[in-house]
């Protein structure tokens, strides 16, 4: 079993920032990748970038390539970052961390809202 631990989210006006981190506990050694994914309402939960854990390779949907970035803490490999910048309306979302073993994992969510 994995559990999941985000924090960071909040209200942050158009072109802000903000910083979400994920820590992961558990069976830790079995993660090989972990991610961030959002639904907004009404809308299905989408991808938004994602990391493997041993080689660090990235992946980001098209609409926040350039303005996010997707890291992980070197000095455990359990806890992963996504610092947003240039943000837009269209990013507020529930951001979920996702982990998977095999299996899949998910956090409890954390809100991000984007308004003026």
């Known amino acids: 079993q994995v559990q999941l631990v985000e924090s960071g989210g909040g209200l942050v006006q158009p072109g802000g920032s903000l910083r979400l981190s994920c820590a992961a506990s558990?069976?830790?050694?079995?993660?090989?990748?972990m991610g961030w994914y959002r639904q907004a309402p009404g809308n299905q939960r989408e991808k938004v970038a994602t990391?493997?854990?041993?080689?660090?390779?990235?992946?980001y949907a098209e609409s926040v390539k350039g303005r996010f970035t997707i890291s992980r803490d070197n000095a455990s490999n359990t806890v992963v970052h996504l610092q947003m910048n240039s943000l837009k309306p269209e990013d507020t979302a529930v951001y979920y961390c996702?982990?998977?073993?095999?299996?899949?994992?998910w956090g409890q969510g954390t809100q991000v809202t984007v308004s003026s």
């Open positions: 990391i493997t854990i041993k080689s660090g390779i990235t992946n």
């Open positions: 996702r982990a998977s073993t095999g299996r899949i994992y």
């Open positions: 558990g069976s830790i050694n079995n993660i090989n990748a």
